[in-house]
Each structure stands twice: as structure tokens, then as C-alpha cells.
């Protein structure tokens, strides 16, 4: 483990990437947010930068200490540019 982000693996098939989140695209996850996403994911609830980073920071800690949630960013590989995330629950 302990890929490009020092904290769970990165796959790439050439395509797209999926590593974990950082911190550092908190904002850019938070501007793709939209009313869908609320609906589903958040239960209407609008998300904030501040939820956003605390949220990522829970799902690294999850990572290092073998918890049961798995989040990773999903990248263009030609870009790096953030296309959305995937996120699975060993505990369900």
C-alpha cells in the first residue's frame, strides 16, 4: 500500500486512475457537488469546504488504520484532473 498519496493503493489502466482523496482536492471534489448528489449521498444536505476536508481526513484515517470505509478519487490519467470518487464499505 501507500501510493502517489502516501495513504492506500493507486490503479491505473492507462484511462483513468483511482487513488485516494487529498486533502488538497477538497475544493475541487466540493465544486462538482450538485442536486443529485445531495439527494443521495448527503440527505439534502449542501456540503461545505470545511465538512469536505474533515470528511476526506476520516476516509485517509480509515486507510492507515485498516478501517472499513475505502474512498478513492477517480482521475483522467492523461490530466490528473478529478473526474468524481467511488467509496466502498468492508463493513456492509
Do not use: K
Not at 490503479?11 to 485516494?20: A, Q, T
Not at 442536486?35 to 480509515?62: Q, Y
Amino acid at each position: 500500500m501507500g501510493g502517489a498519496s502516501g495513504v492506500g493503493p493507486t490503479l491505473d489502466d492507462g484511462r483513468v486512475s483511482i487513488r485516494p482523496l487529498e486533502v488538497a482536492e477538497a475544493a475541487v471534489h466540493l465544486a462538482g457537488e450538485d442536486v443529485e448528489s445531495v439527494r443521495w449521498l448527503t440527505e439534502g444536505t449542501c456540503s461545505t469546504l470545511d465538512g469536505v476536508v474533515a470528511w476526506i481526513e476520516r476516509n485517509r484515517r480509515s486507510w492507515r488504520t485498516a478501517g472499513p470505509i475505502r474512498s478513492f478519487g477517480v482521475r483522467c490519467t492523461d490530466t490528473g484532473s478529478l473526474l468524481g470518487m467511488v467509496e466502498a464499505n468492508l463493513d456492509a
